[in-house]
């Protein structure tokens, strides 16, 4: 009896303690979502009006169709890439040039058929190459962005050769670097915990407690201020070891590597004779691209060796306009053919580069790259800043002149509506399958509500945007094969097995 009564007595207690376990974890979770903990994740619904809408691995991506680009329009493909989607498999015996890099060589601001890699894929098939070019760049994009670009789309539209163009979103000083935020956003679309405020601040503290040198988790409260801009998205040493990663990776997948450095009106014109605070990037790149005796085409010097006015060159500071995209086209076209290619693999070395020698010797000042101007910007709810919603073209903005700083150009689009976006969650699996696997929602009536890739068979993550409590789940991977499933606001994650 008295054994009965000691078991019931520690069952007591065990439910007690449960009850005041559970009463703890609310109470904090409850302080904690007062504070609203915020965390990288695209909040503006999908747009047509502007290019750039959410990607969950890679915090942004373009959506599909026909969309506003500056003053004129640009056709984002099924990849989510400018133009069509090319033809898989690559037919034998024709090279595939794939552009990657950031808006300037997206092209804002410019038509579809007079971008970078159309103008360069008339100017090889003039010197007798056959050859399709991939415009692969998108606007924004650091090399920590392209890198899950490759794997999630690029490689599997079988390139045999990238033209690497990445330069001026790494360089840029910003307020959170592209590490820190993919790693936050990486967590918060895997993890089962990630509703709940006090996981997020508790996963930020325990991994900022670590220390190092690596990536750290994002979070902030609503009320927090904006962070002053005082570190480069993706530090100097790191741009250089992701350019030697990118070298390597294309190697694996049968495609060499071909560079260019990017252009601006002031270094066409001669205006920085004591340097600027993006020299030693354009002196990384060039170090890498020596390292592997790789060919690299110098941007500026194709636009100064063109006798028009500077003004024809450039529709603003930063981007190249039709005639300078041309321009620069001819003259990655001419250092291909001189460097051998297509008969010259242009593969690299085996080796790796070494960084550790790479000094960031200039002065990064905060500059213009407020939230006003940063890319990341739309990533929070709730940033707001005097004169934002001002800005004269909600697809581009530009920082103001800042040489010694890092802030070189940002060309994104930030939604007017700045406000949290009210909806629901989808999550769910695919099982089976070809990655790359396209993930897609459509609305009852059949609205596109947005997509996202995934490089292979495994989790996804969607917000369904508000309005819309009936959708439709579709997968489509690589070979074409599509599953469908349907749910509601509410329902259970939704699974989709080929």
């Not at 037919?91 to 360069?120: C, K, M």
């Not at 050859?131 to 079988?158: C, F, H, M, R």
Request: net charge negative; with cysteine; charged share 20%.
């Amino acid at each position: 009896m008295a054994r009965r009564r000691a078991t019931r007595g520690n069952r007591y207690r065990v439910a007690a303690s449960a009850v005041v376990f559970v009463a703890v974890m609310a109470i904090l979770e409850g302080a904690a979502r007062t504070l609203g903990p915020q965390v990288p994740i695209w909040r503006a619904p999908d747009n047509p009006g502007v290019v750039m809408t959410a990607n969950d691995t890679r915090l942004w991506g373009m959506g599909e169709g026909v969309r506003k680009n500056g003053q004129v329009t640009c056709t984002i493909g099924p990849l989510g890439l400018r133009g069509p989607a090319p033809e898989v498999p690559r037919p034998p015996g024709r090279e595939r040039l794939l552009v990657i890099g950031d808006s300037s060589f997206f092209g804002h601001g410019i038509p579809d058929d007079q971008t970078i890699a159309v103008q360069l894929e008339s100017a090889l098939k003039a010197r007798g190459i056959d050859v399709d070019v991939v415009n692969g760049a998108i606007p924004g994009y650091s090399t920590e962005q392209t890198k899950i670009l490759l794997d999630e789309v690029g490689w599997s539209v079988q390139p045999t050769l990238l033209l690497t163009g990445n330069l001026w979103s790494d360089n840029n000083a910003d307020g959170f670097r592209d590490a820190d935020l993919l790693k936050t956003a990486a967590l918060y679309h895997n993890s089962l915990l990630v509703h709940s405020a006090l996981f997020q601040f508790t996963a930020a503290w325990i991994d900022k407690a670590r220390g190092g040198t690596g990536a750290h988790l994002v979070t902030w409260t609503k009320d927090s201020k904006w962070p002053d801009a005082k570190e480069r998205r993706v530090p100097l040493q790191d741009y250089a070891t992701n350019l030697d990663a990118i070298i390597h990776a294309a190697k694996a997948h049968g495609a060499g590597v071909a560079f260019i450095s990017p252009a601006n009106k002031g270094l066409v014109n001669h205006e920085f004779p004591k340097g600027a605070g993006w020299d030693p990037y354009f002196r990384a790149q060039k170090a890498v691209a020596d390292f592997h005796a790789l060919p690299l085409t110098s941007a500026v010097a194709a636009l100064q060796a063109d006798p028009a006015a500077l003004d024809d060159k450039f529709v603003d500071q930063m981007h190249p306009s039709s005639s300078g995209a041309g321009d620069i086209a001819r003259a990655v076209a001419d250092t291909l053919v001189a460097a051998g290619w297509p008969q010259e693999k242009l593969y690299g070395k085996d080796a790796a580069f070494d960084a550790s020698g790479l000094v960031d010797d200039a002065t990064v000042q905060p500059g213009g790259q407020s939230a006003k101007y940063s890319p990341q910007a739309q990533l929070f709810p709730d940033v707001v800043e005097e004169g934002a919603a001002n800005s004269k073209d909600p697809d581009h903005t530009e920082p103001g002149e800042n040489p010694g700083g890092g802030g070189a150009q940002t060309s994104v689009a930030t939604a007017p509506n700045r406000s949290p976006v009210t909806g629901w969650d989808v999550h769910g699996t695919v099982t089976g399958g070809t990655g790359p696997i396209k993930v897609e929602l459509q609305s009852a009536d059949g609205q596109a509500l947005g997509f996202t890739w995934i490089a292979a068979p495994g989790p996804y993550s969607l917000k369904v945007r508000g309005g819309h409590p009936d959708i439709t789940v579709t997968a489509t991977d690589a070979d074409g094969k599509t599953r469908t499933a349907p749910t509601t606001e509410g329902g259970s994650e939704v699974a989709l097995t080929f």
